[in-house]
């Protein structure tokens, strides 16, 4: 994920330049942090209080330098315009977010207005249209079954949330001003893998290669559990 968004960012922007980048929902702040130590700007707007507190303790330790560079603000991704202007960003991230909001037009609306011109729109979905694929695997007939026929599923932590489809949110995205440009695959090969041990070393970085040249390529990208699409500003 950090690789294909750093690809896009490359393609956009010239090496060295400091962006003003929004995470929406950043949670732990994986993107938000890696992103401040590459010495942008970042804005971490995140609703569950929980979730702020631990960024806040992950913030905390890091260098002065990087905590400067982290603005991190209590609230909800569906109302971007109460806490910023139109074009206050070159970056805006919506990672793992939209599946819990059931109707995501508006709020995409909202983040595509916050994007300066030319602003990249990075949103990580799952995928609706491999959602039978890990309880098929799982041999969990009765769910395969469902999610032929419906977005809607149950999370690792129990919760009822939704999945998106590539087609669905292209022509979202080319509704709200901000065209999609390009998409990957995550966790094309990995999505079952939960509580094994991760691997280290060279074997870690054959997993990587494997799921990054999997992510871009057809047709493994379109089954793979999540979707990072990015669309960008008109």
Do not use: K
């Not at 087609?167 to 966790?187: D, K, M, N, S």
């Amino acid at each position: 994920m950090g690789r294909q968004l750093d690809e896009q960012i490359r393609a956009r922007y010239p090496v060295g330049r400091r962006l003003r980048v929004l995470d929406v929902g950043p949670g732990q702040g994986t993107q938000a942090l890696r992103l401040a130590r590459a010495g942008h700007e970042v804005t971490g707007l995140e609703s569950d209080p929980v979730m702020l507190g631990v960024l806040r303790e992950a913030l905390a330790a890091e260098p002065e330098g990087i905590r400067e560079r982290v603005r991190l603000i209590e609230g909800d991704g569906r109302e971007t315009g109460v806490h910023f202007t139109p074009g206050s960003f070159d970056i805006v991230l919506c990672h793992g977010v939209l599946m819990y909001v059931p109707e995501p037009d508006p709020m995409l609306a909202g983040l595509a207005r916050v994007l300066a011109p030319g602003g990249l729109l990075s949103l990580l979905v799952r995928n609706a249209d491999a959602l039978a694929i890990r309880p098929g695997l799982a041999g969990d007939w009765d769910t395969a079954l469902a999610a032929f026929d419906s977005p809607a599923y149950t999370n690792r932590i129990g919760l009822e949330v939704r999945a998106d489809r590539l087609e669905t949110l292209t022509g979202t995205l080319a509704g709200i001003g901000a065209p999609l440009q390009g998409w990957y695959g995550v966790r094309v090969f990995t999505d079952l893998a939960d509580g094994r041990p991760v691997p280290a070393g060279a074997e870690l970085e054959r997993l990587l290669l494997a799921e990054e040249r999997a992510g871009r390529t057809d047709p493994y990208r379109a089954v793979a559990a999540l979707l990072h699409l990015c669309g960008v500003r008109g």
